[in-house]
């Protein structure tokens, strides 16, 4: 990695920068201030982020739309094992929880979408889906589809545009929810 920076941050034909998410942090870590001249900190890209009017069959416009970005990545970071933290079970659980309640304040008036970013979501999809209510899981629960590049950036964020409450665990997803105004 280190060949890869002396390369690419030395010859006039190359922009470097990392998004302003603690990746300057990590690249002092492994290489001191060796870099901090030659590779530029810029806001995350989803601070610009502009999604076309796509038709979504995940939303009921008459319902109000809960969307969920659950982390599967790092699990070992999201849920230490201290005292202080809870641990992965008791996060799906408790979050399970939560879904259950919001179903029964809001009865037939709540539609929740999960939407993945990575396809290690798909395990705490699951895992979170498991524990509602059968019923709701049934008829009020949905999960996006796992699509990349532009095509799937423009689907998944326009999910974001139309839905009327956001809980993310990505940093990411909640900086582009904060560009779509939501």
Do not use: W
Request: glycine share 4%; charged share 25%; with cysteine.
């Amino acid at each position: 990695f280190n060949n890869f920076l002396e390369y690419v941050t030395n010859r006039t034909q190359f922009f470097v920068c990392v998004r302003n998410d603690g990746s300057q942090a990590n690249l002092r870590t492994l290489f001191g201030n060796r870099y901090d001249e030659k590779i530029l900190v810029i806001p995350d890209g989803g601070f610009f982020t502009k999604v076309p009017d796509i038709s979504n069959v995940e939303i009921e416009a008459e319902k109000i739309n809960v969307l969920i970005n659950v982390a599967g990545d790092m699990l070992d970071v999201r849920f230490p094992v201290n005292e202080n933290s809870i641990s992965y079970d008791e996060f799906v659980g408790k979050f399970a929880s939560l879904i259950n309640d919001l179903f029964n304040l809001y009865k037939p008036n709540l539609n929740v979408i999960f939407v993945p970013h990575i396809f290690r979501d798909y395990k705490v999809i699951s895992d979170i889906i498991d524990r509602i209510n059968d019923r709701n899981r049934r008829t009020k629960v949905k999960v996006a589809p796992y699509l990349a590049g532009k095509t799937g950036h423009d689907y998944l964020f326009s999910l974001y545009q139309k839905s009327q409450l956001i809980l993310a665990m990505r940093f990411h997803a909640n900086v582009c929810s904060i560009a779509l105004e939501k």
